[in-house]
């Protein structure tokens, strides 16, 4: 059974940081390319930053409240877990985040159940 689950969530101080991680099971998660997702209150799921099967190539959202500089997602392939570091977290920031898997032939879309992040200003 493929299962993602997410963890590391919670409820911060605007500034500070988590952690958040993703634990695979069921697939050949070195086959996968990785992404973390974010979904606020009435607005859509949307990106926040992606990396390839191997780590070797990264990509962050330009998308509004950008993450670029503040965010880090990597992987360890050994562990079947993707991480996403959050410094200098914004009220803005809070969401449920959500851990992607992505295969692209044949495509298939695997998702986690989220996990909330609140940031209080």
């Known amino acids: 059974q493929v299962q993602l689950v997410e963890s590391g969530g919670g409820l911060v101080q605007a500034g500070g940081s988590l952690r958040l991680a993703c634990a695979a099971s069921?697939?050949?998660?070195?086959?996968?390319?990785m992404a973390w997702y974010r979904q606020a209150p009435g607005e859509e799921r949307t990106i926040v930053a992606a990396?390839?099967?191997?780590?070797?190539?990264?990509?962050?959202?330009d998308y509004a409240a950008s993450v670029k500089g503040r965010f880090t997602i990597s992987r360890d392939n050994t562990k079947n877990t993707v991480y996403l570091r959050m410094n200098s977290l914004k009220p803005e920031d809070t969401a449920v985040y959500y851990c992607?898997?992505?295969?692209?032939?044949?495509?298939?879309?695997?998702w986690g159940q989220g996990t909330q992040v609140t940031v209080s200003s």
């Open positions: 990396i390839s099967y191997n780590g070797k190539t990264t990509y962050y959202t």
């Open positions: 069921g697939l050949t998660f070195s086959d996968y390319d």
């Open positions: 992607n898997a992505r295969y692209s032939d044949p495509p298939l879309d695997l």
